[in-house]
T-cell receptor, first 114, second 115 residues
Framework: DTEVTQTPKHLVMGMTNKKSLKCEQHMGHRAMYWYKQKAKKPPELMFVYSYEKLSINESVPSRFSPECPNSSLLNLHLHALQPEDSALYLC?????????????FGPGTRLTVT | AQSVAQPEDQVNVAEGNPLTVKCTYSVSGNPYLFWYVQYPNRGLQFLLKYITGDNLVKGSYGFEAEFNKSQTSFHLKKPSALVSDSALYFCAVRDKNNQGGKLIFGQGTELSVKP
């Protein structure tokens, strides 16, 4: 099974709301990633978890807060977002460590901030 | 600094014709290179990767890529294009300076295959 699932598929939230995006994989991968993607642009890395520990934060604003409760789950907590945060948020997973580890992506959550 | 470049924003091909989507890279040492495809309103799908060894890498859906060290290129190819191949294609390189598995993506090439 090479599937990464993400919920919800679509999310509309106001600038004062708090919401969470969820990601799950059952491939035994120990590295998980959050990306932000604008239309027809490459994904921009936000966070990387390796063995359930945050290993990379690409200087993401604190209104985005990641969480990795266990090796299969990854959450992204959202609070006080701005309209420019509207984008497709992609989760991915891969084997951890060095080497050519291909990442497997979920279908994404389309976020609209009003 | 490590980087990849996709020199064409868009490639147009007639169905049944061969297709090539270009990618060049700038990496110190041996690169780990990847191709991904993104269909509309979907996540990225892994197509193939180059580690070392054979310069012709075969991947999913009949795609292959040719690694050329002297030209620092990793072009994606398919002998006979299908309309269903129309999508956004990204070349990527593993950032070897980064322990966390970070990928550096090209800007993407939109492939349009017409019947």
């Amino acid at each position: 099974d090479t599937e990464v699932t993400q919920t919800p598929k679509h999310l509309v939230m106001g600038m004062t709301n708090k919401k969470s995006l969820k990601c799950e994989q059952h491939m035994g991968h120990r590295a998980m990633y959050w990306y932000k993607q604008k239309a027809k642009k490459p994904p921009e890395l936000m966070f990387v978890y390796s063995y359930e520990k945050l290993s990379i934060n690409e200087s993401v604003p604190s209104r985005f807060s990641p969480e990795c409760p266990n090796s299969s789950l990854l959450n992204l907590h959202l609070h006080a977002l701005q309209p420019e945060d509207s984008a497709l948020y992609l989760c991915a997973s891969s084997q951890a460590g060095q080497g050519a580890r291909e990442q497997y992506f979920g279908p994404g959550t389309r976020l609209t901030v009003t | 600094a490590q980087s990849v470049a996709q020199p064409e924003d868009q490639v147009n091909v007639a169905e049944g014709n061969p297709l090539t989507v270009k990618c060049t890279y700038s990496v110190s040492g041996n690169p780990y290179l990847f191709w991904y495809v993104q269909y509309p309103n979907r996540g990225l799908q892994f197509l193939l990767k180059y580690i070392t060894g054979d310069n012709l890498v075969k991947g999913s859906y009949g795609f292959e890529a040719e690694f050329n060290k002297s030209q620092t290129s990793f072009h994606l190819k398919k002998p006979s294009a299908l309309v269903s191949d129309s999508a956004l294609y990204f070349c990527a390189v593993r950032d070897k300076n980064n322990q966390g598995g970070k990928l550096i993506f090209g800007q993407g090439t939109e492939l349009s295959v017409k019947p």
